[in-house]
């Protein structure tokens, strides 16, 4: 139905002057339900849809979307697209896919979980993160737990051929605590998400981390400013591989405004180190089976043993570094695709976390980082942090109000991985060690 749908507005655009065209139709449900000390705080449910049409005159393109599709919105939405592309600028890079480079087959990606919760069974997940939490000896009050499941169909056609459609579905489940009384008090979280609610951690094990780990942070001291290891817990840890994905993003690259624009092939990480994209990782939380432009996606070390193999490419980015997409694209229904990864990962190392700070004699360990102090131009880099200070490769007292500083190019260089990775949330890492940080405190 939908891409019948899709298939008979592309024809109305051709038909009215388009020399191409591609549309997208999204539909979504989902289900969320907040609880705070025992009592209900938020039960919200949305369903709706959406649909995007791109057209393209000539070397212009211009994007419309709409929630209405009846006869008379979807002929408004063809003219009022065509209308936009006759009127802006030229944009030689864009345009459709050649018709050998589109998935002729959608894999299964197990990423649909065909059981719907409800608003009951979403508040006893709840209900039992939060309990667990306040059991925790030291909680003293808490900011509440929400449970929600999603899934949304996204159907894509386009005048080149292309016709596919697939669904996904995700559960979450968050709990947030305070410790301590008075001006004495800490906060802390755990969180997990899964496109299966059965692959979900039990919400005491999430209530019950998140407790420990407020409890944990209680009086806090500052340290003074120094020049030590830094490890990263994989909560943070995975921000790095983040910094990475925008750094070799194609739009920044072609731009030439990122630190990494001249590295392609260069060796920019230790050789132990290697980072992967994989879109069809089976019940990945960002899994895909083709691209936002209807391209193949495969897996790939974007990072292998050290060296940066490729960019995060779209159509338009690739042809503007005379390349060929990655099958990065992304797509939404207002707007047109732009590069993005899907599952990324830092392979695990061989190391245990204990293993990997054995022979730190001081050092800081960070649970928690604040603020977006990183120049992707020049790779620089300054994070509030809060965490706990290592002795003698052992975590003692809590440590807040301090940041860490460097370089990028330095960071990637000097990264040591432990054995602990577990996909939790789309971007993952295990525990990360980075030498030669400035952590700037007292």
């Not at 995975?238 to 630190?259: D, K, P, W």
């Not at 976390?353 to 992707?376: C, H, K, Q, R």
């Amino acid at each position: 139905m939908n891409l019948d749908l899709l298939t008979d507005l592309i024809g109305k655009a051709t038909a009215a002057g388009a020399d191409a065209a591609d549309a997208v139709f999204v539909r979504g449900t989902s289900l969320s339900l907040a609880r705070r000390l025992d009592k209900p705080e938020l039960v919200e449910r949305s369903e709706g849809a959406d649909l995007g049409l791109r057209v393209f005159v000539g070397k212009r393109q211009a994007v419309a979307s709409s929630s209405d599709t009846s006869a008379e919105a979807l002929t408004e939405l063809v003219d009022r697209a065509l209308a936009m592309a006759r009127t802006v600028p030229e944009d030689p890079y864009c345009g459709l896919a050649d018709p050998d480079l589109l998935a002729s087959e959608v894999p299964n990606l197990d990423i649909y979980d065909p059981h719907e919760a409800d608003a009951d069974e979403l508040g006893d997940r709840a209900a039992r993160a939060e309990e667990a939490a306040r059991a925790v000896t030291g909680v003293t009050n808490s900011e509440g737990a929400e449970a929600s499941w999603g899934s949304n169909t996204l159907a894509m056609a386009a005048s080149n051929g292309f016709a596919r459609t697939y669904s996904g579905s995700y559960s979450s489940l968050s709990v947030s605590v305070l410790a301590g009384e008075g001006t004495a008090m800490e906060r802390d979280y755990d969180y997990a998400s899964a496109v299966y609610a059965e692959d979900l951690r039990s919400p005491e094990d999430i209530g019950r981390r998140a407790g420990e780990q407020a409890v944990r942070r209680l009086n806090p001291r500052k340290v003074e400013t120094a020049q030590v290891p830094v490890v990263y817990d994989p909560r943070a840890a995975r921000s790095l591989v983040s910094h990475l994905a925008s750094a070799i993003n194609g739009v920044s690259v072609a731009r030439g405004t990122t630190f990494l624009k001249d590295k392609l092939g260069q060796t920019i990480f230790p050789e132990a180190v290697t980072i992967v994209d994989d879109p069809l990782r089976r019940r990945g939380h960002r899994s895909r089976p083709f691209d936002g432009e209807g391209i193949t996606t495969r897996k790939r070390n974007i990072v292998d043993k050290g060296t940066l193999t490729t960019w995060i490419l779209d159509l338009s980015s690739a042809r503007q570094l005379g390349l060929e997409t990655t099958g990065h694209a992304s797509r939404g229904t207002s707007s047109p695709p732009s590069p993005s990864a899907a599952n990324l990962y830092l392979e695990p190392g061989t190391v245990s976390p204990a293993e990997l700070m054995a022979d730190i004699e001081s050092g800081f360990y960070v649970t928690e980082l604040i603020g977006f102090g990183i120049n992707g131009v020049t790779g620089d880099y300054s994070r509030g942090a809060s965490g706990f200070w290592i002795e003698n490769g052992e975590l003692t007292y809590a440590v807040s109000e301090v940041t860490v500083a460097g370089n990028l190019n330095s960071m990637f260089a000097n990264i040591t991985a432990a054995d602990d990775l577990e996909f939790r949330y789309g971007v993952d890492a295990p525990t990360t060690r980075v030498d030669g940080l400035t952590v700037a405190g007292r």
